[in-house]
T-cell receptor, first 113, second 115 residues
Framework: DQQVKQNSPSLSVQEGRISILNCDYTNSMFDYFLWYKKYPAEGPTFLISISSIKDKNEDGRFTVFLNKSAKHLSLHIVPSQPGDSAVYFCAAKGQTSYDKVIFGPGTSLSVIP | DTGVSQDPRHKITKRGQNVTFRCDPI?????LYWYRQTLGQGPEFLTYFQNEAQLEKSRLLSDRFSAERPKGSFSTLEIQRTEQGDSAMYLC?????????????FGSGTQLSVL
């Protein structure tokens, strides 16, 4: 039972255009959402997060949108750069500090120069 | 901040052998996690520690897997009688609880290949 879903295994975008990565979740108890980026042969690195009390969080070129009623979030990268090519993981956790972080299967983003 | 360190980076073993991995978290972090990742999948939770106490272990985890964090600093993950299905990237992450965000800091992982 996959609680965090990323239905697009891969995405290709032209340099300079917008990249939109989508994520859906099933557990209504999730309270905090994170995006991680992973390059080959490295561990995931934190990118951006959002609390359930917000519907948008922005950090430079990266913006995360949360739609709680639809149990959906998305990561927007504008403008996309070739260095953004990586696997992006959506992750979620519950309210308490004892809740673990659950990851989705990832979306591989390729930004074409 | 020296980051999360994992050793070894790669391990090749024969089926039936035991293997042990080490993780050194960021020094002031009290929470330490182990995850496993296979190709095309996201990191799958295995277990986590708060200081030296193991607070949760995935019910999907075989009894062949054991983890320790004896002094609340570094941690080891041991797999006994390895099977080919154990081949994966084993990731360690640490965090500071409580925190203003829930950010995990990951190491580079140990890539296990069971022949």
């Amino acid at each position: 039972d996959q609680q965090v879903k990323q239905n697009s295994p891969s995405l290709s975008v032209q340099e300079g255009r917008i990249s939109i990565l989508n994520c859906d979740y099933t557990n209504s108890m999730f309270d905090y959402f994170l995006w991680y980026k992973k390059y080959p042969a490295e561990g995931p690195t934190f990118l951006i997060s959002i609390s359930s009390i917000k519907d948008k969080n922005e950090d430079g070129r990266f913006t995360v949108f949360l739609n709680k009623s639809a149990k959906h979030l998305s990561l927007h990268i504008v403008p996309s750069q070739p260095g953004d090519s990586a696997v992006y993981f959506c992750a979620a956790k519950g309210q308490t500090s004892y809740d673990k972080v659950i990851f989705g299967p990832g979306t591989s983003l390729s930004v074409i120069p | 901040d020296t980051g999360v360190s994992q050793d070894p980076r790669h391990k090749i073993t024969k089926r039936g052998q035991n293997v042990t991995f080490r993780c050194d978290p960021i020094s002031e972090h009290n929470r330490l996690y182990w995850y496993r990742q296979t190709l095309g999948q996201g990191p799958e939770f295995l277990t986590y520690f708060q200081n030296e106490a193991q607070l949760e272990k995935s019910r999907l985890l075989s009894d062949r897997f054991s983890a320790e964090r004896p002094k609340g600093s570094f941690s080891t993950l041991e797999i006994q009688r390895t099977e080919q299905g154990d081949s994966a990237m084993y990731l360690c992450a640490s965090s500071l609880i409580p925190a203003t965000n829930e950010k995990l800091f990951f190491g580079s992982g140990t890539q296990l290949s069971v022949l």
